[in-house]
């Protein structure tokens, strides 16, 4: 089974910081993906990739940098955090594309104060 | 645009009883469909997914879905749910075309199993 890890798993900073999330997967999948969770709105793409130094945009990706390092690492970053960007964040990865089963990492909870 | 309602945010059954949590999507197309679940403090996981043929396709731990396309709907049962059950719910919907076929989700149903 794949295996998706994320670090960390909470995190509390203050509105203007700087935070990045870092996702790794160990099956060598050639998408990986960031999503925000939040009540009401289920899970939100903000940038995906296919591959070592590719980025693409997601639905709501205000606010948020990416980048993928390797075919393992994908990092979120948030270069001036906001109250806003507070809420649960994961990591997915899939072998092919979407329509193939997205493997999730176990979530980042981000407070900003 | 694709779009997912699942009209219920909560459902509270009680232990051995059956379920159905409602999925209705909105495409030009038949899309891929998709059932994922998140337990307490963990990430989603796939219970099932339906891309053609028999419109009934089972999932894990006796989960089964039925499409119909009449009724643009992906509804998830269960005979008779455990107490383990208790999470919550994603319908998602991908196109069946194009380079990229990103998941469009629900907002999710949350289950309570009661004892």
């Known amino acids: 089974e794949a295996a998706v890890t994320q670090s960390p798993r909470n995190k509390v900073t203050v509105t203007g910081g700087n935070v990045t999330l870092s996702c790794r997967q160990t099956?060598?999948?050639?998408?990986m993906y960031w999503y925000r969770q939040d009540t009401g709105h289920g899970l939100r793409l903000i940038h995906y990739s296919y591959g070592a130094g590719n980025l693409q945009i997601g639905d709501v990706p205000d606010g948020y940098k990416a980048t993928r390092t390797t075919q393992e690492d994908f990092f979120l970053l948030l270069e001036l955090a906001s109250p806003s960007q507070t809420s649960l964040y994961f990591c997915a990865s899939s072998d092919v594309w979407g329509q193939d089963t997205q493997y999730f990492g176990p979530g980042t909870r981000l407070l900003v104060l | 645009a694709q779009s997912v309602t699942q009209p219920d945010a909560r459902v509270t059954v009680s232990e051995g009883a059956s379920l159905q949590l409602r999925c209705k999507y909105s495409y030009s197309a038949t899309p891929y469909l998709f059932w994922y679940v998140q337990y307490p403090r963990q990430g989603l996981q796939m219970l099932l997914k339906?891309?053609?043929?028999?419109?009934v396709v089972q999932g894990v731990n006796g989960f089964e879905a039925e499409f119909s396309k009449s009724d643009s709907s992906f509804h998830l049962r269960k005979a008779s749910v455990h107490w383990s059950d208790s999470a919550v719910y994603f319908c998602a919907v991908s196109p069946l075309s194009g380079s990229f076929n990103k998941l469009t989700f629900g907002a999710g149903t949350r289950l309570a199993v009661c004892p």
């Open positions: 099956n060598s999948h050639n998408y």
């Open positions: 339906y891309y053609s043929g028999d419109p």
